[in-house]
């Protein structure tokens, strides 16, 4: 039994920046992953960026230099800070946390998506 709630999406100007959250509850024992993920129309979901528990990071090379993925885990909240934002950015982003509760079993939660829109 975990929630996943997201927010921080919104209508913005190319340049601007915004910053996602995705707040995890409910029966967690550990955190082995989180990620981000977007669909944008007519297209694939794609992999945004992610962080391991070893604090390690991936993005898609899309977003590398501009998006920052990060944690809280005292909060088991993900956070992805989106900088320099362009038009084609344009999606539903969501958040996927993969977790393991105290008797060792493991799945992945989606969040309910935030959109962000971001006008030329």
């Known amino acids: 039994q975990v929630q996943l709630v997201e927010s921080g999406g919104g209508l913005v100007q190319a340049g601007e920046s915004l910053r996602l959250s995705c707040a995890a509850s409910?029966?967690?024992?550990?955190?082995?992953?989180m990620g981000w993920y977007r669909r944008a129309p007519g297209k694939q979901r794609e992999l945004v960026a992610a962080?391991?528990?070893?604090?390690?990071?991936n993005y898609a090379d899309s977003v590398k230099g501009r998006f920052t993925i990060s944690r809280d885990n005292a909060k088991n909240t993900v956070y992805l800070q989106m900088n320099s934002l362009k038009p084609e950015d344009t999606a539903v982003y969501y958040c996927?946390?993969?977790?393991?509760?105290?008797?060792?079993?493991?799945?992945?939660?989606w969040g309910q998506g935030t959109q962000v829109t971001v006008s030329s």
């Open positions: 996927n946390i993969e977790v393991m509760n105290s008797s060792y079993f493991t799945r992945s939660y």
């Open positions: 409910g029966s967690i024992f550990s955190i082995n992953a």
């Open positions: 962080i391991l528990s070893g604090s390690s990071t």
